[in-house]
């Protein structure tokens, strides 16, 4: 019913930049948050930004001041620019949203994209 795409990860040296993407198609009311996570070797998987329906966002301490996340509601579509990217960074990144498809009931759903590797390293 619901699909999460990513795009945009890859290798880039340590102080590069790289821009994630991630695209909710499907039977989609509304969305409520979108947010990214990531998950490396050996550890959880952890919240990295959120960006709420309301426009507000909030981010892990490791990545504020470096990273930004942004949202195209009529494009159903999420960003995370990254820059001054450190090795520390690597990780598996996913999308996550809380997307509404049932008109009748409204109850909102958790969906994940499948991943994209973002590998920081010279």
């Known amino acids: 019913q619901v699909q999460l795409v990513e795009s945009g990860g890859g290798l880039v040296q340590p102080g590069g930049s790289l821009r994630l993407s991630c695209t909710a198609s499907?039977?989609?009311?509304?969305?409520?948050?979108m947010a990214w996570y990531r998950q490396s070797p050996g550890n959880q998987r952890e919240l990295v930004a959120i960006?709420?329906?309301?426009?507000?966002?909030n981010y892990a301490d490791s990545v504020k001041g470096r990273f930004t996340i942004s949202r195209d509601d009529a494009k159903n579509t999420v960003y995370l620019q990254m820059n001054s990217l450190k090795p520390e960074d690597t990780a598996v990144y996913y999308c996550?949203?809380?997307?509404?498809?049932?008109?009748?009931?409204?109850?909102?759903?958790?969906?994940w994209g499948q991943g994209t590797q973002v590998t920081v390293s010279s």
């Open positions: 996550n949203a809380e997307i509404v498809v049932d008109r009748r009931t409204l109850r909102r759903y958790p969906y």
């Open positions: 499907g039977s989609i009311i509304s969305i409520n948050y």
């Open positions: 960006n709420t329906s309301g426009g507000s966002t």
